[in-house]
């Protein structure tokens, strides 16, 4: 009986050490064997199973695939003494496991280093340029940019190298200093970038101020117009009715040269019945019921009411 609780006993020590002893490597995974937590052979990269001495030694993964590590946002200061954030992001992955194990354990010690490293080089190349060349890429064709954006001298400054040029040159300094922890950089960019709230509110302030002045431009320019084609049309009236009176007049003075012409020739058959009748005109013209005249007995006026023809 004592036989068998031995046999039964030897059999689950013999299963347990073999399944302490196996270990499974996967795609994305490598693996260094530590012995009383210093490594020891080479490091497995080759996914399925795998076998170490139970008990005594200790699987330590590590990730192959790519990894992310995304920055602290920085207010960091240009050279032409504006401040701003600068908010990074970068991708990175293990390409030397032993000598990752040996120099930041994990990855929570490499996220820690990897501030350091990207976060002071972003630093020191932001300090080294001007604004103008973290926020732009390439030099602008004056022909493509508007008319009133042609007026804003900064706008047209040329840069030299430009954001991308500047993020690569940061990833060349930070990846000369990774090398030798294992770690491979893959890409650094620049995220984002913003002014502090200061310096942030005196930018739109300008901004603000300068739409404005263009805008004033435009208005005056479109009140100039209103004043130009305004005189245009006065001098247009003026002409429209100066040809308007000269025709009116030469009308005039057509008809009273007819009129006279009728009435010279109405004088001419009859003198007397013509003075007659245009002293009849002249009568109803000047004497109505609210009327009253006061004449001498000899007025001339008075010649057709004071004796028949």
């Known amino acids: 009986m004592n036989?068998?609780?031995?046999v039964v006993g030897i059999v689950l020590a013999v299963l347990v050490a073999a399944a302490a002893s196996a270990f499974?490597?996967?795609?994305?995974?490598?693996?260094?064997?530590?012995?009383?937590?210093?490594?020891?052979?080479?490091?497995?990269?080759?996914?399925g199973l795998h076998f170490k001495v139970p008990f005594i030694q200790q699987a330590n993964y590590f990730d192959k695939r790519f990894l992310e590590w995304d920055g602290n946002r920085n207010?960091?200061?240009?050279k032409d003494k504006r401040f701003i954030w600068v908010d990074t992001y970068a991708r990175w992955r293990i390409v030397d496991p032993l000598r990752f194990f040996q120099r930041l354990r994990d990855?929570?010690?490499?996220?820690?280093?990897?501030?350091?490293?990207?976060?002071?080089?972003?630093?020191?190349?932001?300090?080294?340029?001007?604004?103008?060349?973290?926020?732009?890429?390439t030099n602008r064709n004056p022909a493509d940019i508007p008319i009133e954006a042609q007026e804003e001298e900064v706008i047209l400054n040329r840069i030299e190298k430009g954001r991308d040029r500047v993020s690569r040159e940061i990833l060349e300094r930070a990846s000369s200093r990774t090398a030798d922890l294992g770690i491979e950089l893959l890409d650094l960019r620049i995220?984002?970038?913003?002014?502090v709230d200061e310096v942030q509110r005196d930018v739109f302030a300008r901004m603000i101020a300068e739409r404005q002045r263009i805008a004033e431009?435009?208005?005056?320019?479109?009140?100039?117009?209103?004043?130009?084609?305004e005189g245009e049309r006065e001098r247009d009236l003026q002409r429209i009715?100066?040809?308007?009176?000269?025709?009116?007049?030469?009308?005039?003075?057509?008809?009273?040269a007819e009129a006279t012409a009728i009435y010279a020739a109405a004088y001419g058959r009859d003198a007397a019945f013509y003075s007659f009748t245009r002293s009849l005109e002249m009568y109803e013209k000047m004497i109505d019921p609210g009327?009253?005249?006061i004449l001498g007995t000899d007025s001339e006026l008075l010649r057709y009411l004071e004796r028949a023809r």
Do not use: C, W
Request: no cysteine.
């Open 217 to 229: 431009l435009y208005r005056s320019e479109g009140q100039g117009e209103a004043a130009r084609i």
């Open 191 to 195: 995220k984002r970038i913003n002014y």
């Open 3 to 6: 036989r068998r609780y031995l």
């Open 291 to 293: 009327t009253t005249i």
């Open 75 to 78: 207010q960091v200061p240009t």
């Open 24 to 47: 499974r490597v996967g795609e994305t995974e490598q693996v260094i064997i530590t012995q009383f937590g210093d490594p020891i052979g080479v490091p497995i990269k080759d996914p």
């Open 107 to 137: 990855e929570r010690g490499a996220q820690s280093r990897l501030d350091d490293i990207l976060d002071g080089e972003t630093r020191n190349a932001v300090a080294r340029y001007d604004l103008i060349e973290l926020v732009r890429n």
């Open 241 to 256: 009715q100066s040809e308007a009176f000269r025709m009116a007049e030469d009308l005039r003075g057509k008809a009273d």
